[in-house]
């Protein structure tokens, strides 16, 4: 059982993590060992991770867009590149391209999977592409393999955004496999958290070499199980670098969770089918789709409300959750029409149909290991209700 418990019982959280006497102990630890950072813990949750996907270099960072980050400047992408990046998206899958003054180039969802659309990323490559960020959005891996053979087509690097998709495979490929590089998540609402943190997988040597020295400052990493702390490292850097460490704290962390990853993936499974049994009668709902050959590993719960209602009727049945004091959220929006995308892009309403469709109507549902099937039905009958107070004012 989690040793967490909520501080108020009678809130039902959009989300909340799962923690252990054993977490709380390979913390503990680490505290009294007097090495906090670039330590052993670290390279174990490194290796644990790779081994897990089936890659042979694993680099913790701060957080998955720091990975993010570091995978677009190990890969040379700069001033002057193109990078294929989802219109509906986390932010962050846009904003890394940003950083490292490139420009975006976005692509619609499909509406079925809401990933990009493998044929509409063939039709924005051109001869300044030099990445395509391909999304696992909400852990969907629909459509993965396909960005990885345009990748090889025309060969641009796929960079793997799974930080939602830890755990999930389509057919019997990983997520965390399809793109020269991947990258994952652990804030505390994904399947294994560190608090915060993130961390790059790739077969690549010189890739992984280069995004652990520019984690650092840019320094030339120490050997982490054979230095003591007290001596030292290099402190000339051999090239720029950030502040980009994950510390030994979040690394314990992760290293503890992630041996129970099949555990908490399978009770994120739980929590999915009980909702979906409970909605799938009811016509107001679009529910979550999984292609026949995906396993998803579920990181949110979002449905959709048809096409009969409004983003002002969305936010009118999130306001009514809240008031009821269960959590919810609009995930996401629509990521070239925020302000400082369109006035770099002069992107306006209508360019995105689908993604902009989807946007107006999600709602994320509490979801979380240990939620319990009471604070199910209450959260679904506080939903129904929100949609018949709606129904009931156009009658």
């Known amino acids: 059982m989690p040793w967490s418990v909520r501080a108020l019982d009678n809130v039902i959280p959009l989300s909340h993590p799962d923690i252990t006497d054993a977490d709380i102990h390979a913390v503990s630890s680490v505290l009294k060992s007097g090495r906090l950072s670039i330590g052993p813990h670290l390279e174990s949750f490194e290796q644990a991770l790779a081994t897990r996907i089936g890659r042979s270099h694993g680099v913790g960072v701060s957080s998955g867009t720091a990975a993010l980050h570091l995978a677009l400047i190990a890969l040379g992408v700069?001033?002057?590149?193109?990078?294929?990046?989802?219109?509906?998206?986390?932010?962050?899958?846009?904003n890394c391209i940003l950083y490292v003054g490139a420009t975006p180039v976005f692509v619609d969802c499909d509406p079925r999977t809401l990933n990009m659309h493998p044929d509409q990323?063939?039709?924005?490559?051109?001869?300044?592409?030099?990445?395509?960020?391909?999304?696992?959005?909400f852990g969907n891996p629909a459509g993965m393999d396909q960005l990885a053979a345009l990748s090889t087509k025309y060969e641009i690097p796929l960079i793997e955004d799974a930080c939602e998709g830890l755990g999930g495979h389509l057919g019997e490929t990983p997520i965390g496999r399809f793109g020269r590089v991947a990258v994952f998540g652990f804030y505390p609402n994904k399947q294994i958290?560190?608090?915060?943190?993130?961390?790059?997988?790739?077969?690549?040597?010189?890739?992984?070499?280069?995004?652990?020295?520019?984690?650092?400052?840019g320094r030339a990493e120490p050997d982490i199980l054979?230095?003591?702390?007290?001596?030292?490292?290099?402190?000339?850097?051999?090239?720029?670098?950030?502040?980009?460490?994950l510390s030994e704290l979040h690394a314990a962390l992760g290293h503890s969770q992630i041996h129970r990853l099949d555990q908490l993936i399978e009770s994120r499974q739980w929590v999915a089918e009980t909702y979906t049994r409970r909605l799938m009668g009811n016509r107001h709902f679009i529910l979550p789709n999984v292609e026949p050959n995906a396993f998803v590993s579920w990181f949110v719960y979002v449905i959709r409300l048809t096409d009969h209602f409004t983003e002002d009727d969305r936010d009118f049945i999130m306001g009514g959750l809240r008031r009821h004091d269960v959590g919810v959220a609009a995930y996401f929006p629509v990521i070239p029409l925020l302000a400082h995308f369109r006035e770099i892009g002069g992107y306006m309403p209508g360019d995105f149909p689908v993604a902009e469709s989807v946007s107006h109507r999600t709602l994320a549902l509490p979801f979380f290991p240990g939620i319990t099937e009471d604070e199910i039905e209450l959260a679904c009958q506080t939903l129904e209700v929100m949609i018949s107070r709606i129904s009931y004012a156009r009658d």
């Open 78 to 94: 700069g001033p002057g590149d193109e990078v294929i990046t989802p219109a509906f998206s986390f932010v962050a899958s846009a």
């Open 121 to 137: 990323v063939e039709k924005h490559i051109t001869s300044k592409t030099k990445a395509i960020i391909g999304v696992e959005v």
């Open 193 to 217: 958290t560190t608090g915060e943190g993130g961390m790059i997988v790739t077969d690549d040597d010189c890739l992984a070499a280069t995004c652990r020295s520019l984690r650092n400052h």
């Open 226 to 245: 054979n230095t003591p702390a007290s001596l030292g490292g290099p402190m000339c850097p051999i090239q720029m670098g950030y502040n980009f460490r």
